[in-house]
């Protein structure tokens, strides 16, 4: 807890004296103290003062028992502990007061102020470690919703990214000009199908250095690559007019493209 906190407990009893002495006992220890004379005003201080972490209740009190109260709060402020104190000891008036109101602890009237301090102190502790463990709880719930929303934005990417990827192919797939596509290392990630037929090639060159598919005439092209050149290349066999073009992506270049066109054979 930060520096100066003082944890707020709420005393509810009809006997005025027994609050005061209660709100003087803990008030000696440190702790925030409110005091209400029956059910119906401790609700309306629960509803109205915020991060209290005790209540503290006789049973019997006119309008509302301590019991009832400790019901209502169990569905309107069921992070506040619930001490009930009463000098009492009916076995009914015990268990409606358990069964029904889930209180932390129950103390005896007259009650030995050791015990008292010493349950109020562990009341206030568990208050704070269940308060502590739902917030952790609603950040990682909102952790792992944002997470599965930007999971799933990045899969909506990624498939329009393959789409777009799949109809490129396509394209150049269909282009009457050869077409290869290097990587930053040299190594052959595309070619079209005019690129295959014009080099006579039968079997995938994907993944292969290009320097084992292009003739030995254009490695000094690849080696020395100039962005937007045209270039024409002769060979034994052929005559190629050869356009080189860096690929891009946001001013990233993250490969090579030759453009590749037969002129004579």
């Known amino acids: 807890m930060p520096r100066g906190y003082m944890a707020?407990?709420?005393?509810?009893?009809?006997?005025?004296?027994?609050?005061k002495s209660v709100m003087r006992l803990l008030e000696e220890q440190g702790f925030q103290v409110f005091t209400a004379e029956n059910g119906k005003n401790a609700l309306d201080i629960l509803n109205s003062e915020s991060d209290?972490?005790?209540?503290?209740?006789?049973?019997r009190m006119p309008v509302m028992t301590g019991a009832d109260l400790f019901k209502q709060m169990q569905l309107d402020h069921p992070l506040v502990k619930r001490v009930l104190l009463t000098g009492y000891t009916e076995m009914e008036t015990l268990r409606k007061a358990i069964n029904q109101g889930s209180i932390f602890r129950l103390l005896l009237k007259p009650w030995d102020d050791?015990?008292?301090?010493?349950?109020?102190?562990?009341?206030?502790?568990?208050?704070?470690?269940?308060?502590?463990?739902?917030s952790i709880k609603e950040k990682l719930t909102k952790l792992n919703i944002n997470l599965e929303r930007s999971?799933?934005?990045?899969?909506?990417?990624?498939?329009?990214?393959?789409h777009s990827l799949e109809r490129y192919?396509?394209?150049i797939s269909q282009?009457?000009?050869g077409i290869i596509c290097l990587s930053d290392e040299g190594m052959i990630v595309l070619a079209n199908k005019q690129f295959y037929h014009d080099f006579n090639i039968d079997h995938a060159i994907e993944g292969l250095p290009f320097n084992r598919i292009l003739p030995a005439e254009m490695n000094n092209l690849i080696e020395n690559f100039e962005d937007g050149r045209h270039h024409t290349i002769e060979t034994d066999t052929a005559k190629f007019d050869v356009t080189s073009?860096?690929?891009?992506?946001?001013?990233?270049?993250f490969g090579k493209t030759l453009s590749i066109r037969v002129l004579t054979k």
């Open 8 to 19: 707020k407990i709420l005393v509810v009893d009809d006997e005025a004296n027994v609050a």
């Open 52 to 59: 209290i972490s005790v209540v503290i209740s006789d049973q």
């Open 114 to 134: 050791s015990e008292l301090i010493n349950c109020i102190q562990e009341a206030v502790a568990a208050f704070n470690l269940e308060r502590e463990n739902r």
């Open 151 to 162: 999971v799933d934005q990045k899969n909506r990417e990624l498939s329009m990214n393959i």
């Open 169 to 171: 192919e396509l394209i």
């Open 175 to 177: 282009l009457p000009i």
């Open 245 to 253: 073009n860096f690929l891009r992506d946001n001013n990233h270049v």
